[in-house]
Protein backbone atom coordinates (compact mmCIF):
# COMPACT_ATOMS: atom_id res chain seq x y z
CA UNK A 1 0.00 0.00 0.00
CA UNK A 2 1.22 3.31 -0.67
CA UNK A 3 2.03 6.51 1.62
CA UNK A 4 -0.71 8.48 1.24
CA UNK A 5 -0.99 12.05 1.93
CA UNK A 6 -3.39 12.07 4.10
CA UNK A 7 -1.34 10.45 7.12
CA UNK A 8 -0.86 12.14 9.85
CA UNK A 9 -4.55 14.55 8.83
CA UNK A 10 -7.39 14.80 11.18
CA UNK A 11 -10.62 14.18 10.22
CA UNK A 12 -12.78 16.97 11.53
CA UNK A 13 -16.80 17.39 11.54
CA UNK A 14 -17.44 20.19 9.34
CA UNK A 15 -21.39 21.70 9.91
CA UNK A 16 -21.17 24.83 8.31
CA UNK A 17 -24.32 25.79 7.05
CA UNK A 18 -23.08 28.49 3.98
CA UNK A 19 -22.41 25.25 1.73
CA UNK A 20 -24.30 24.73 -1.39
CA UNK A 21 -24.80 20.92 -0.22
CA UNK A 22 -26.45 22.22 2.86
CA UNK A 23 -30.39 21.15 1.49
CA UNK A 24 -28.80 17.83 0.29
CA UNK A 25 -27.41 17.09 3.21
CA UNK A 26 -30.81 18.00 5.19
CA UNK A 27 -32.70 15.69 2.89
CA UNK A 28 -30.34 12.88 3.87
CA UNK A 29 -30.96 13.59 7.19
CA UNK A 30 -26.93 14.48 8.16
CA UNK A 31 -26.06 17.58 9.76
CA UNK A 32 -22.20 17.27 8.92
CA UNK A 33 -19.88 15.86 6.88
CA UNK A 34 -16.34 14.84 8.25
CA UNK A 35 -13.44 15.72 5.46
CA UNK A 36 -9.77 16.26 6.09
CA UNK A 37 -8.23 19.33 7.30
CA UNK A 38 -6.02 21.30 5.45
CA UNK A 39 -2.58 19.93 4.30
CA UNK A 40 0.33 21.46 5.56
CA UNK A 41 2.87 20.53 3.01
CA UNK A 42 6.06 23.02 2.53
CA UNK A 43 8.15 23.37 -0.51
CA UNK A 44 11.40 21.61 0.17
CA UNK A 45 14.25 23.79 0.73
CA UNK A 46 17.09 24.43 -1.59
CA UNK A 47 19.29 22.29 0.53
CA UNK A 48 16.68 19.29 0.36
CA UNK A 49 16.37 19.52 -3.48
CA UNK A 50 19.76 19.59 -4.12
CA UNK A 51 20.00 16.31 -2.68
CA UNK A 52 16.95 14.56 -4.99
CA UNK A 53 17.67 13.62 -8.39
CA UNK A 54 15.17 16.04 -10.00
CA UNK A 55 14.07 14.22 -13.53
CA UNK A 56 12.49 15.77 -16.41
CA UNK A 57 9.67 15.31 -18.96
CA UNK A 58 8.05 17.97 -21.79
CA UNK A 59 3.98 18.03 -21.44
CA UNK A 60 2.85 16.81 -24.25
CA UNK A 61 -0.67 16.33 -25.00
CA UNK A 62 -2.02 13.03 -23.36
CA UNK A 63 0.71 13.82 -20.31
CA UNK A 64 -1.05 12.80 -17.02
CA UNK A 65 0.38 13.22 -13.11
CA UNK A 66 -1.30 10.41 -12.34
CA UNK A 67 0.69 8.49 -15.71
CA UNK A 68 3.80 10.18 -15.09
CA UNK A 69 4.06 9.03 -11.20
CA UNK A 70 3.03 5.22 -12.62
CA UNK A 71 6.55 5.73 -14.56
CA UNK A 72 8.45 7.02 -11.88
CA UNK A 73 7.47 6.02 -8.72
CA UNK A 74 5.85 2.59 -9.71
CA UNK A 75 2.41 3.88 -8.62
CA UNK A 76 -0.78 6.28 -9.77
CA UNK A 77 -1.47 7.74 -6.22
CA UNK A 78 1.81 9.60 -6.03
CA UNK A 79 0.17 12.21 -8.73
CA UNK A 80 0.05 14.91 -6.10
CA UNK A 81 4.31 14.61 -5.40
CA UNK A 82 4.61 16.03 -9.00
CA UNK A 83 1.78 18.64 -8.74
CA UNK A 84 2.73 20.02 -5.31
CA UNK A 85 6.73 19.84 -6.42
CA UNK A 86 5.89 21.59 -9.73
CA UNK A 87 3.89 24.39 -7.79
CA UNK A 88 1.01 23.65 -10.48
CA UNK A 89 -2.20 21.98 -8.38
CA UNK A 90 -3.79 21.28 -11.50
CA UNK A 91 -2.58 19.29 -15.35
CA UNK A 92 -4.47 22.30 -16.98
CA UNK A 93 -1.39 24.66 -15.50
CA UNK A 94 0.60 22.91 -18.26
CA UNK A 95 0.69 23.57 -21.86
CA UNK A 96 2.48 21.74 -24.29
CA UNK A 97 6.28 21.98 -24.06
CA UNK A 98 6.23 23.27 -20.52
CA UNK A 99 8.84 21.31 -18.64
CA UNK A 100 7.81 19.15 -15.61
CA UNK A 101 9.78 18.45 -12.73
CA UNK A 102 9.54 14.76 -11.00
CA UNK A 103 11.81 14.70 -7.87
CA UNK A 104 13.18 10.99 -7.15
CA UNK A 105 14.23 9.23 -5.29
CA UNK A 106 10.12 8.60 -4.01
CA UNK A 107 11.29 8.02 -0.41
CA UNK A 108 13.46 11.12 -0.22
CA UNK A 109 10.31 13.26 -1.25
CA UNK A 110 8.34 11.29 1.24
CA UNK A 111 10.90 12.41 3.95
CA UNK A 112 10.90 16.09 3.35
CA UNK A 113 7.11 16.17 3.43
CA UNK A 114 6.97 14.34 6.56
CA UNK A 115 4.95 11.53 5.32
CA UNK A 116 7.47 8.65 6.58
Same mark, same amino acid.
Given at each position: ? #???????? !? %?? @???????? *???? /? =?????? +? %????? &???????? %?????????? $?? !????? &? =???? *?? =??? +???????? %?? #?? +?? /??? /?? $? @?? =???? !? !???????????????? *?
Amino acid at each position: M #AVSRFNNR !V %II @DNNNNSYA *LSDI /L =KRRGIS +Y %IEQFN &TANLNYPE %ISQIANLDVR $TE !VWTVG &T =KYFK *LA =KDY +YGSEEYWW %II #AW +YN /LKP /LE $T @DF =KPGD !V !VYIPTPLQDILSIYGL *L
